[in-house]
């Protein structure tokens, strides 16, 4: 037994440090860049059928597939956490609630930052073709893993998330910074549609 313990730390050591020295993930930049956006992002909402719940990003897939409804575009992604009973995001329900988010984040600089969202409940988000925050399941307004990117080039790059409420309260933010400068909450001024 003891040796499957130390195997198993092993194992777990060697995870970390591989997850620890990977390169950043390399942004893609919109080509063409975009001109003449909206401020925000841009929304669809789908929900759950009454007596279903949406308990993983696959049911979120499935409710925004079979019918999702345009709804009014985000401020950004600055949505602290609710009380229980109101609405999730700009939808009109509070609970079982499945939101595709499209759009674009603008850097005004190259060079590798950290990026994390805070969430309640899951959410799939990629930014310039790479996944950035993932969680897939049910949580308190809590952060996802920091990841580590690289911007290329200053400009515009695609958001594309899936998001998910199922029960109570529901939050979605976003941290950003360059590298060992510390994160900050992200402005909603630099997201357009």
Same mark, same amino acid.
């Given at each position: 037994?003891?040796?499957?313990?130390?195997?198993?730390?092993?194992?777990?050591?060697?995870?970390?440090?591989?997850?620890?020295?990977?390169?950043?993930?390399?942004?893609?930049?919109?080509?063409?860049?975009?001109?003449?956006?909206?401020?925000?992002?841009?929304?669809?909402?789908?929900? +759950?059928?009454? $007596?279903?719940?949406?308990?993983? @990003?696959? *049911?979120? !897939?499935?409710?925004?597939? /079979?019918?999702?409804?345009?709804?009014?575009?985000?401020?950004?992604?600055?949505?602290?956490?609710?009380?229980?009973?109101?609405?999730?995001?700009?939808?009109?329900?509070?609970?079982?609630?499945?939101?595709?988010?499209?759009?674009?984040?603008?850097?005004?600089?190259?060079?590798?930052?950290?990026?994390?969202?805070?969430?309640?409940?899951?959410?799939? +988000?990629?930014? $310039?073709?790479?996944?950035?925050? @993932?969680? *897939?399941? !049910?949580?308190?307004?809590? /952060?996802?893993?920091?990841?580590?990117?690289?911007?290329?080039?200053?400009?515009?790059?695609?958001?594309?998330?899936?998001?998910?409420?199922?029960?109570?309260?529901?939050?979605?933010?976003?941290?950003?910074?360059?590298?060992?400068?510390?994160?900050?909450?992200?402005?909603?001024?630099?997201?357009?549609?």
């Amino acid at each position: 037994m003891k040796s499957i313990w130390i195997g198993a730390i092993a194992g777990l050591g060697l995870t970390l440090a591989s997850a620890l020295s990977a390169a950043p993930l390399k942004l893609q930049p919109a080509n063409p860049q975009p001109g003449g956006l909206k401020g925000g992002l841009s929304v669809s909402y789908g929900y +759950a059928k009454e $007596g279903e719940h949406i308990k993983y @990003l696959s *049911d979120a !897939r499935s409710v925004l597939k /079979s019918g999702a409804q345009r709804g009014k575009a985000l401020r950004g992604l600055d949505y602290r956490d609710t009380s229980k009973g109101e609405n999730t995001l700009t939808s009109n329900r509070d609970e079982n609630v499945a939101a595709a988010i499209r759009g674009y984040i603008k850097f005004d600089r190259p060079g590798v930052y950290e990026i994390d969202f805070f969430t309640n409940d899951g959410i799939d +988000a990629r930014i $310039g073709g790479q996944r950035v925050g @993932l969680f *897939d399941g !049910r949580q308190t307004c809590d /952060s996802t893993i920091v990841s580590e990117v690289e911007v290329p080039q200053a400009g515009w790059y695609k958001v594309d998330i899936t998001y998910f409420n199922r029960l109570n309260t529901s939050c979605l933010m976003m941290r950003w910074g360059q590298k060992g400068k510390g994160m900050k909450w992200v402005p909603n001024n630099v997201f357009g549609h």
